[in-house]
């Protein structure tokens, strides 16, 4: 094929994987509505796509007449001063135990039965909880909560199982470099965080690489033992995803240094992402609702 014909069905081939992805979501919004749950909780690991799973899943609710309600699990935070250090003075803001529980479920319970209630708002700067905006969930209206704890059954104890509604989310890559060796899903969300903290955090390669087996740590101890009570899964890669995240992943990559003590990681993403090819600049195709949006920019539902 010429270059125009190639370019064709690269755009036509990205369209169906996110039809595909719109198609699972609506499915998924469909299922809470006839299941009449009135707290929906996305959960899944680093770089999974939650935010915009749930931003595009809120749409969904919205095309069958209910309107969604956002709340962030951050605001729940406890004071960053009041979090207990454990043996080594070190503290685990991963840990379940760094959100304010009751008075989450207390707002919850407020808020099932049609009260007002004022939302906390964390101030990541000064570390401490303000006032926040004041809500009251309507007849219509489905909340919908995500973060990393959203299916342990801690988080909202004082709910009722029959109003909750809890989804897991994860990139579960599919695809195999040959008969002999796949592609492992850690690698994709690797490579997902590695674009979106350099982009949107300004951290480096080396900065995500050093973060990483403690982010790891905190999903094999707070995500993977509850996946299997979710009431729907939905998996988040998307088969052309490579091919973007090389465009931004592979210049970061090389500039590691040798002496760096990354550098044999780095090295085996390079040769890994060599195995793609470069789509080109054009990132037009890719749909401003995407999840990939999410790590490479350029998404509508960026705040």
């Not at 029959?162 to 989804?167: R, S, T």
């Not at 592979?250 to 990681?265: D, G, H, I, N, T």
Request: charged share 30%; glycine share 6%.
């Amino acid at each position: 094929l010429d270059e125009m014909g190639e370019q064709g069905r690269l755009a036509e081939f990205i369209r169906v994987n996110e039809a595909l992805h719109e198609s699972n979501i609506a499915a998924i919004a469909q299922d809470i509505i006839a299941k009449r749950r009135r707290v929906v909780l996305v959960a899944g690991p680093s770089s999974s796509g939650k935010t915009t799973f749930t931003q595009r899943l809120g749409v969904q609710i919205k095309v069958r007449e209910k309107r969604p309600v956002m709340i962030s699990l951050d605001n729940y935070y406890i004071d960053r001063d009041k979090i207990p250090k454990d043996e080594n003075g070190k503290v685990d803001l991963e840990a379940i135990t760094t959100l304010d529980l009751p008075l989450l479920n207390e707002h919850l319970l407020q808020l099932l039965e049609g009260q007002e209630v004022q939302i906390p708002q964390f101030n990541f700067k000064k570390g401490k909880r303000e006032p926040g905006k004041v809500l009251r969930l309507r007849e219509n209206e489905i909340l919908l909560l995500e973060g990393i704890h959203g299916l342990n059954d801690e988080l909202t104890q004082a709910i009722l199982d029959e109003d909750k509604y809890k989804i897991y989310i994860s990139a579960l890559t599919q695809l195999n470099l040959d008969r002999h060796n796949r592609i492992p899903t850690t690698d994709v969300r690797l490579l997902r965080r590695m674009v979106r903290d350099y982009k949107h955090r300004g951290s480096s390669v080396e900065r995500t690489l050093d973060m990483w087996p403690s982010v790891r740590r905190g999903e094999d101890t707070w995500i993977f033992p509850f996946q299997e009570s979710c009431d729907a899964m939905f998996n988040s890669t998307l088969v052309y995803e490579l091919l973007y995240l090389k465009q931004l992943a592979y210049p970061l990559l090389q500039a590691v240094p040798r002496e760096s003590p990354y550098f044999a990681e780095t090295n085996r993403l390079v040769k890994f992402l060599q195995y793609f090819v470069d789509p080109g600049a054009d990132q037009s195709d890719i749909p401003k609702t995407s999840i990939l949006r999410e790590f490479i920019g350029g998404g509508c539902f960026e705040q």
